[in-house]
């Protein structure tokens, strides 16, 4: 937890707001470590008790990404109102000068959210700055910037975000800066079954505010960053300012190694299940971050989970380091042959996910039948439309060297084709050019549909896609109703100041984002 004073805002009238932010738990001292359980500020002489910082809201009808935009791509603001001049002005933040001029589209009313809604473009402007917005009717945008380089940081930051929430080891200033923190969670956990019995379980990612570890989750999110790493090699550096970087091997998979070595600890040593999770205890009044951790029972979700993100783990990680990568397959092979002890692999879909990367890393036949006989259930495609795990499991199919079934292939391309023309086709109805409603914030769905415009994107690249995956960057970055940056807290009007918890402190999320960052 941290304190963030953010910078009184450009726009007269968006008022003062001093916020106390909270992400992610992090490890750390408790506030009577810190002395920070007492912190107050004050403004001309007034402690803060005596002033009310509760103002209006108020957002400009101007809506533009607020981190900004890069040089060589699409570049689009919406505005909202019924009665607009027909141009618009974008002017130097610094000097206040106008410096391009565009033109402003019919508006059309949208039904959704009962308001007037228009674009303008202004893709041939790519001189490097800060600027704004303006028209003589509906005011001023917030500020935006125009940079080569605009996602890179951005991508930096998301991928850093799990290093930052590390448990079971100390971060240093060094590369965690403001959010450094002692090692926390590093005694032996029990079993919530047996608390008799204890084992370590030190180590992976905290999930939330309360520093919970969840497998099933944490295989979710490994997965997704392993599926961002392999579309896109080449992004993904070994410089990020983590412990491992320089060590010649990607941060992105030293971050996911780190979280299997974790989910390793979580294997049941005699029957190869996964357990669901290590909570902290905090029943007894510890404070969070020494609490006991209490670890729950096996869970065969989280084992078939765990053997799908295991195998596509050792798959990629064989170049780096073959004798871990083998480790994490054979835990992988247990965890299958544990699952079928209980469950029928027909009946389960996440069987078939699974089954796809195991057949991909070990091309073994057993697995291929598996897969098989899910293509003949008679709503297979149906499924592959509605379900993750079909979905998912079909584009690892796709991609393997191992002997597939051609026809098959073909019919599984052109029902991803399809799937992402829907895609594009909704967000190209949107007067915010974004797939699911722009009003209803439905993150999860804007996220999980950009990621199957990005792997359909990444096999038959497509300017279009690439643009719309853009266009819902601009989105979460402020070009929304509630013109909100939902992904950084460092402009005029964030998540921060709304409540929001912002898309990079969600680590499910912030998986999902990266893919999107990384084809851009």
């Not at 004050?42 to 809201?57: H, M, N, R, T, W």
């Not at 699911?436 to 497509?462: E, P, Q, V, W």
Request: net charge negative; proline share 2%; hydrophobic share 35%.
């Amino acid at each position: 937890m941290f304190f963030d004073i953010k910078r009184v805002k450009r726009i007269i009238g968006a008022g003062l707001m001093v916020p106390v932010v909270g992400s992610v738990a992090a490890c750390g001292a408790s506030s009577d470590e810190t002395g920070q359980d007492n912190f107050e500020f004050s403004i001309s002489g007034l402690k803060s008790e005596d002033v009310s910082y509760e103002v209006p809201k108020q957002t400009p009808n101007i809506l533009v990404d607020q981190k900004g935009f890069k040089t060589s791509s699409e570049k689009t603001v919406v505005f909202r109102g019924e009665e607009l001049e027909g141009t618009f002005g974008i002017y130097d933040l610094d000097s206040g000068k106008l410096v391009y001029t565009g033109e402003i589209s019919k508006p059309v009313f949208n039904e959704e959210l009962g308001e007037y809604d228009s674009f303008g473009r202004f893709n041939d402007f790519d001189a490097e700055g800060s600027y704004f917005i303006r028209t003589g009717v509906v005011g001023e945008s917030y500020s935006f910037g125009i940079s080569g380089d605009y996602y890179a940081e951005i991508l930096e930051d998301a991928c850093k975000k799990y290093y930052m929430n590390r448990c079971g080891i100390a971060v240093s200033e060094n590369y965690g800066g403001g959010v450094a923190h002692s090692a926390c969670h590093t005694k032996s956990a029990r079993l919530q079954e047996d608390p008799e019995v204890q084992i370590d379980v030190t180590g992976g990612w905290h999930m939330d505010e309360q520093a919970g570890r969840d497998t099933g989750l944490g295989c979710r999110i490994a997965d997704n960053l392993l599926l961002a790493y392999e579309m896109n090699i080449d992004v993904f550096g070994d410089e990020t300012g983590i412990p491992e970087s320089g060590n010649n091997i990607p941060d992105i998979l030293d971050e996911v190694r780190y979280e299997a070595q974790w989910l390793l600890k979580m294997q049941d040593t005699r029957t190869g299940g996964i357990y669901g999770a290590a909570v902290t205890d905090t029943s007894g009044g510890s404070d969070i971050f020494t609490a006991p951790v209490v670890v729950t029972p096996v869970s065969m979700d989280a084992t078939i989970g765990f053997a799908s993100m295991m195998a596509r783990f050792s798959y990629c990680y064989q170049q780096f380091d073959p004798d871990f990568a083998t480790t994490c397959l054979k835990a992988a092979d247990r965890a299958w042959t544990c699952f079928l002890n209980n469950k029928k692999a027909i009946d389960e879909t996440a069987a078939y996910k699974a089954a796809a990367q195991l057949y991909r890393a070990t091309g073994s036949d057993t697995y291929h039948e598996v897969i098989k006989s899910f293509f003949a259930k008679s709503d297979f495609f149906e499924l592959f439309e509605n379900d993750e795990n079909i979905f998912m499991g079909s584009v690892s199919y796709m991609s393997t060297n191992q002997s597939v079934d051609r026809e098959m292939c073909e019919s599984l391309m052109k029902a991803l084709m399809k799937k992402a023309s829907g895609v594009a086709e909704r967000a190209g109805k949107s007067p915010y050019l974004v797939c699911s409603g722009a009003g209803k914030k439905d993150f999860d769905g804007l996220l999980s549909d950009m990621r199957c415009l990005t792997i359909t994107d990444h096999i038959i690249y497509n300017h279009e896609y690439t643009t719309i995956i853009e266009n819902h960057v601009h989105y979460l970055m402020g070009m929304n109703p509630e013109a909100v940056n939902y992904v950084t807290d460092d402009t005029e009007r964030t998540y921060a100041d709304t409540g929001d918890i912002g898309i990079m402190n969600d680590p499910g999320r912030d998986a999902l984002f990266i893919i999107m960052l990384s084809v851009l």
